[in-house]
């Protein structure tokens, strides 16, 4: 997609989310997102096949697949920067065309429309790098591709019908071993095509509350570009710098008002959950700036993250009547993106002032004002999908970082 940066050029530094998947999490990710990949898949096309079943030729062409279902996947990290799929029992259902000769006495001819379903073990060894066709997208590397036909059924329709039903047993022997020895590389690079196709016109960014000119949302995208996405023996990784980023007034493709940042030492804190994020305060200072920069009344005011404590970020505010310590809690919210993906928003809720000097209303006001824009200036993050993200566990790790624990 053709959006320009004022900061094109990202790298570990630039980093202010982690995520982080065990392998149940990549297992539950899948098991509830699979449904996404449905109008995609079906632009997945076989090649024609050719055989010849008890001296009669049959051509099978337009062979598309209609749909498909998988009821159990298992995920291993191998390390090395690598993980294993493990899919049992996946069922494939294809339509397609098809004609059938006799060069021999009595000549038969005819052609029809025919499904087929397939039972399959699939066992899938890659790798995540980055596209090398959109600038931080990320890409699935296959390094081993096995599909196992456990069972075929085949059905035939045309004007011979009472005929085909005597070739459905050699011809499922025989499409079987052909699906076993022949097509599994050509399915591998076609499924691996159309994959990574989505995977580089996704977008690379969350939307805020709000109406803007320059595109859906508010005036504001959350920046969810991928900087790295590696694999180790606990955990799949994917780093993010998740700023606010302005739409330009001109161009709603060209994002800026990014901000220069510290990567701080990340939280060595865990937890049991199976997705989590980890959140430096920089990407809350960020949406602070966003709200300094186009919502607050309060235009000369002075606004600071200064750590995460026990209980929320505090923020030093000041103006020229008031001065205040804020302590802002933290919330997982879900935001319903499109049909079928979803984000999870870390939403700052209504501030509790801790120290103050000065003009309290003025300072109750400006509190007032940074929850009702809490949503217009939010950090998320994308294609959480069926996350259960009003479940998620906030956890001060340290003064620098937060982890939100999450399940499906």
């Given at each position: 997609l053709?959006?320009?940066?004022?900061?094109?050029?990202?790298?570990?530094?630039?980093?202010q989310?982690?995520?982080?998947?065990?392998?149940?999490?990549?297992?539950?990710?899948?098991?509830?997102?699979?449904?996404?990949l449905?109008?995609?898949?079906?632009?997945?096309?076989?090649?024609?096949?050719?055989?010849k079943?008890?001296?009669?030729?049959?051509?099978?062409?337009?062979?598309?697949?209609?749909?498909?279902?998988?009821?159990?996947?298992?995920?291993?990290?191998?390390?090395?920067?690598?993980?294993?799929?493990?899919?049992?029992?996946?069922?494939?259902?294809?339509?397609?065309?098809?004609?059938?000769?006799?060069?021999?006495y009595?000549?038969?001819?005819?052609?029809?429309?025919?499904?087929?379903?397939?039972?399959?073990?699939?066992?899938?060894?890659g790798?995540?790098?980055?596209?090398?066709?959109?600038?931080?997208?990320?890409?699935?590397?296959?390094?081993?591709?096995?599909?196992?036909?456990?069972?075929?059924?085949?059905?035939?329709?045309g004007?011979?019908e009472?005929?085909?039903?005597?070739?459905l047993?050699?011809?499922?022997?025989?499409?079987?071993?052909?699906?076993?020895?022949?097509?599994?590389?050509?399915?591998?690079?076609?499924?691996?095509?159309?994959?990574?196709?989505?995977?580089?016109?996704?977008?690379?960014?969350?939307?805020?509350?709000?109406n803007?000119?320059?595109?859906?949302?508010?005036?504001?995208?959350?920046?969810?570009?991928?900087?790295?996405?590696?694999?180790?023996?606990?955990f799949i990784?994917?780093?993010?710098?998740n700023?606010?980023?302005?739409?330009?007034?001109?161009?709603d493709?060209?994002?800026?008002?990014?901000?220069?940042?510290?990567?701080?030492?990340?939280?060595?804190?865990v937890?049991?959950?199976?997705?989590?994020?980890?959140?430096?305060?920089?990407?809350?200072?960020?949406?602070?700036?966003?709200?300094?920069a186009?919502?607050?009344?309060?235009?000369?005011?002075?606004?600071?993250?200064?750590?995460?404590?026990?209980?929320?970020?505090?923020?030093?505010?000041?103006?020229?009547?008031?001065?205040?310590?804020?302590?802002?809690?933290?919330?997982?919210e879900l935001y319903?993106?499109?049909?079928f993906?979803?984000?999870?928003?870390?939403?700052?809720?209504?501030?509790?002032?801790?120290?103050?000097?000065?003009?309290?209303?003025?300072?109750t006001?400006?509190?007032?004002?940074?929850?009702?824009?809490?949503?217009?200036?939010?950090?998320?993050?994308s294609?959480?999908?069926?996350m259960?993200?009003?479940?998620?566990?906030v956890?001060?790790?340290?003064?620098?970082?937060?982890?939100?624990?999450?399940?499906?």
């Open positions: 053709p959006y320009i940066y004022d900061h094109d050029i990202l790298d570990y530094n630039d980093t989310l982690m995520v982080k998947l065990t392998e149940t999490g990549v297992t539950q990710f899948v098991a509830t997102s699979v449904n996404c449905q109008p995609f898949l079906q632009n997945l096309v076989l090649p024609d096949i050719e055989t079943v008890i001296g009669i030729q049959i051509v099978l062409n337009e062979i598309k697949l209609q749909d498909f279902f998988i009821p159990n996947a298992s995920f291993q990290f191998l390390g090395n920067n690598a993980a294993l799929a493990i899919i049992k029992g996946l069922q494939l259902n294809f339509q397609f065309q098809f004609r059938v000769q006799q060069n021999t009595p000549y038969i001819q005819d052609r029809g429309s025919g499904s087929m379903h397939l039972v399959t073990d699939l066992i899938v060894e790798e995540p790098e980055m596209s090398k066709n959109c600038k931080n997208h990320l890409q699935i590397k296959q390094n081993r591709f096995e599909i196992i036909i456990q069972h075929l059924k085949i059905k035939m329709s004007k011979l009472f005929i085909y039903d005597a070739l047993v050699p011809l499922t022997a025989v499409l079987t071993e052909i699906f076993n020895s022949q097509l599994s590389e050509q399915f591998s690079r076609q499924l691996g095509v159309i994959l990574n196709e989505q995977l580089d016109v996704n977008y690379q960014m969350t939307v805020t509350e709000g803007s000119p320059m595109g859906r949302g508010g005036p504001y995208n959350g920046d969810v570009r991928w900087i790295d996405v590696s694999v180790d023996k606990q990784t994917a780093l993010q710098p700023q606010m980023l302005l739409k330009a007034a001109d161009n493709y060209y994002l800026q008002g990014w901000t220069d940042v510290v990567v701080q030492k990340t939280a060595s804190l937890t049991n959950n199976h997705i989590q994020f980890l959140i430096q305060k920089g990407a809350f200072q960020s949406c602070l700036n966003a709200f300094k186009t919502f607050t009344s309060f235009k000369q005011v002075q606004i600071l993250a200064e750590k995460f404590a026990r209980t929320g970020l505090l923020v030093h505010i000041k103006d020229q009547d008031f001065e205040a310590l804020l302590n802002i809690g933290i919330e997982a319903r993106s499109v049909s993906t979803n984000d999870t928003r870390f939403v700052m809720q209504k501030a509790r002032i801790v120290e103050h000097s000065g003009d309290l209303e003025k300072t006001s400006f509190v007032d004002e940074l929850f009702f824009y809490r949503r217009h200036i939010v950090t998320a993050a294609l959480t999908n069926a259960k993200s009003d479940e998620c566990i956890i001060y790790a340290d003064e620098n970082w937060i982890n939100v624990g999450c399940d499906f």
